[in-house]
């Protein structure tokens, strides 16, 4: 057995059996190991960022740890700004980088660059592998750090002589400690400040918003009367009839303190208190005011989910409330294409357990609203803010669930990122269906011109923000990749071609002309 | 004047007037002075590294500082990889980098990460601007900085609130130094060396493969009888009819010392002593013995160019060497498409002044010797190795030569990375002409993993090689980013498709199926 085997098995045994890989020379002796192994599934992307989105996509809904394989400094690269949505996605994540033989690295040829400066802003541990013998230890180390804290990065670079050279047994994984419980004092504040009977919120994020943290949220509401919010861009969203109805923290500055203002304590489960995703003068970085009452229930690393459960108990909650379980679907839409009907094409016609990777920005912005009711579902997006994450995210969890429908809700600009991901949704035939909202133009950044003051864009302005001359023709882009595409116009035949492509097998794109 | 303006004043003042941008929301002050000063042309890209890769490219026609204007850390990284190539490039190249207003970089918002961690591996300075009043400055010292030694990236990080605080007059650019004069002892152990009547090479590479540094080789092995040769991945060579002939040392390390072991003496004139890409066992790391003679004349950080010419002076040389004068063009092949006739037609149809930016990896290995008599022309390569460079590349050095035909070669496994540059192309309306080499597969994988010694692939070393399941269709992708193009599956056609897209303005793309 060689270092590259044992590596591999070593991930197989711990059950990490799906690899999204961009392989190159120095990572052909782990192309060989996956070969000659029997058990791990090599994804192919064209592209090192949908290898990274995936993994993280992958990670988020199979709860295991998403990896991937990438060549030395520039693939690694390609793949960071992913790999900054995942760690704020707390997505346990493993990466295996291959390196120039030991022995070749001072010969500093031409590919050879300083990996862990590159890894570290992305990584909660990046190890550098010394000999094939440790390299089943680096990879347990690897998987434990992983699954830590509630999710984690940890990337491993490994030389090529060290792949190649003799190694022993693989490493079984020792046991994982848990996400930290939080201490009684923290339950015990959370629950005084949920008991005052006064306008308070229950401020959910991170894993709080899986099944259970949901079950135990809807309780504590329950007993306590407390408002049920939620972070802007949550990793991964279990919603529709049967879970509580949760208000999503709005998008601007403004908007989002004026959310939350109203409430004289907030408790955070899961999430961090929440913060402006870029800075405007005159507005604060923190929402939450210094005369508001915030209450730490549990960190983003905490064990939140026992953390609320103990805190419904300590308020006697009602174990099983019966909220939002009349499904509501709102009537199919016609006529244009707008936000309020793109929404209600889509929230109308999801399938049930259906995934939504959300990347609509600016195009959409009714749907989550007009979805809380519809059949249940999980949305994904995007913590990081790092744009192009939804198509290979989707392709990533399509992998990772394969009896549900994906339905990619794509903005323009972002998906120009990372369309290569529609090669491996389409060799792999994934069930995803991508909806692109063509609004041939990068509309957030009009905006944000516009709250600069900006009235009127000059010539530059205009070519930095437009995405015509020329008007990008996705429809072509999905044929290229292999994926079957149509174009829509009206409302009317979105309704038709979505509901359409969920009843084909195999990937779909839908090119909406807003 | 706001900070971003005297910035932005800074720059055109020192000529550095094309910036290959991707912005976001903490660079909008920087969309906003561009949109107000006259004298900045902003040339979008849809994704990061089309913009290093530009810059990149439009450095290395121009030679003026290539600039780049990126989004925060995840947008940098994006585009790292090209800068990798840059920096082995010697590209001067300045990126332009927006962070979060100084005030909120605490409240680590969603996009906020560590930049100079990511900057330092490409960059040979990185500052983070503290003031709008300090900004000027700091672009006049970027500029300074990249102009240096032949090249350099400096990378610039600007908070959004320096950005747009008042500032003062722009800064004018000191006096940059000259790349390091060699010393005379270098001159004269070259000489040495060169006149010995022995076997002897003077080898080639970075600023010695443009006019001036080839002219004075060309009187070197004229007055001497030594062998010209140049390295593997010239960033910028000037060749066809009337430069001299220079043989390119070959990729594979075998090859590469089969090709140098014959000389007594190297003499290298701006490269470094030539290394294998990767390590292979058995294999040594330098390509030169210990028993043969190694002559530094002229790192790459050094003037080589008067290095040349003194040295050429030095021996005596005659001023003009008449070599490689008569233009010999390839006949137009016929037939199968195949590495031969694929060259043949490039070659045969050159038009005078051609830049061909070189990303044909495996499949046209015999263009370069069949073009070396062609008509006169420049070729761009990929000194860093970080695939995908051409499509970018070409975009910038046609926005650099306007006047001039771009012709990519360009294999497909390296354009999927990079394909948005397609739609720059068409926006601006760039005169470059892609032939997209498309073998289906990664084809240089396939060879690395039968010089591990694999003999049969199994079914997941096929699924990381190959990019069929499905076929990339190069048309229709074309097609998607508004280039008109063409599939072609003989000899024949190539030509006649490749001479009517030389006949039209604007970018075309032709796919040839090998």
Not at 428 to 436: A, F, P, R, S
Request: charge should be negative; aromatic fraction near 6%; include cysteine.
């Amino acid at each position: 057995m060689n270092g590259a085997e044992s590596l591999i098995r070593t991930l197989i045994d711990a059950g990490v059996n799906v690899c999204f890989a961009n392989p190159g020379t120095t990572e052909m002796p782990m192309v060989r190991a996956i070969d000659e192994v029997a058990g791990m599934r090599a994804v192919l992307c064209l592209f090192e960022g949908v290898a990274t989105g995936a993994a993280d996509g992958h990670a988020r809904m199979s709860e295991k740890p998403g990896l991937t394989l990438l060549h030395l400094g520039p693939g690694f690269a390609n793949g960071i700004a992913y790999l900054h949505d995942a760690r704020r996605a707390r997505s346990p994540i493993i990466n295996l980088i291959g390196e120039h033989a030991t022995w070749h690295l001072a010969a500093d040829a031409p590919l050879t660059s300083d990996i862990e400066s590159l890894a570290r802003p992305v990584s909660a541990w990046v190890r550098r592998n010394k000999s094939a013998e440790a390299l089943a230890e680096d990879a347990a180390e690897a998987i434990a750090v992983a699954l830590q804290k509630n999710g984690q990065i940890a990337t491993l670079i490994i030389p090529h002589d060290c792949q190649m050279d003799a190694a022993s047994v693989p490493v079984a994984v020792g046991s994982i400690p848990s996400p930290p419980k939080v201490g009684e004092d923290a339950i015990k504040q959370a629950a005084e400040a949920l008991r005052r009977d006064e306008p308070k919120v229950l401020f959910l994020g991170g894993y709080a918003m899986r099944e259970r943290g949901l079950k135990a949220a809807a309780r504590i509401a329950a007993a306590t009367g407390c408002k049920l919010m939620c972070e802007t861009f949550p990793a991964r969203w279990e919603r529709g009839a049967g879970t509580p109805i949760i208000e999503r923290l709005p998008y601007f500055p403004e908007a989002a303190i004026a959310a939350i203002s109203p409430y004289k304590s907030v408790t955070l489960a899961g999430a961090r208190s929440p913060v402006s995703f870029f800075g405007y003068p005159g507005v604060p970085s923190y929402f939450i005011s210094p005369e508001q009452q915030t209450v730490v229930l549990a960190t983003p690393e905490d064990d939140v989910t026992d953390a609320l459960e103990e805190l419904a108990d300590a308020l006697g909650a009602p174990m099983n409330i019966d909220q939002n379980s009349a499904a509501q679907i709102p009537p199919r839409p016609s006529g244009k294409l707008t936000p309020e009907t793109l929404s209600a094409a889509v929230a109308s016609l999801l399938p049930e357990y259906a995934i939504v990777m959300d990347e609509s920005n600016t195009s959409m912005a009714p749907f989550l609203a007009m979805s809380q009711s519809a059949a249940r579902h999980t949305v994904l997006t995007q913590p990081g803010g790092a744009i192009g994450l939804g198509p290979p995210c989707a392709t990533g969890a399509a992998i990772a669930c394969p009896d549900r429908v994906v339905v990619n809700l794509q903005a323009d600009g972002s998906a120009m990122y990372t369309l290569q991901a529609l090669w491996t949704q389409a060799r792999e035939q994934l069930n995803v269906k991508t909806i692109i909202l063509n609004n041939r133009s990068y509309r957030i950044l009009g905006i944000e011109l516009m709250r600069a003051g900006v009235k009127e864009f000059g010539k530059q302005a205009q070519q930095l923000i437009g995405l015509t001359q020329p008007a990008i023709d996705w429809v072509s882009l999905a044929k290229g990749m292999g994926v079957p595409g149509v174009r829509v116009e009206t409302a009317d035949d979105l309704v038709k071609e979505f509901e359409r492509s969920l009843a084909e097998a195999g990937p779909r794109l839908i090119e909406a002309i807003l």
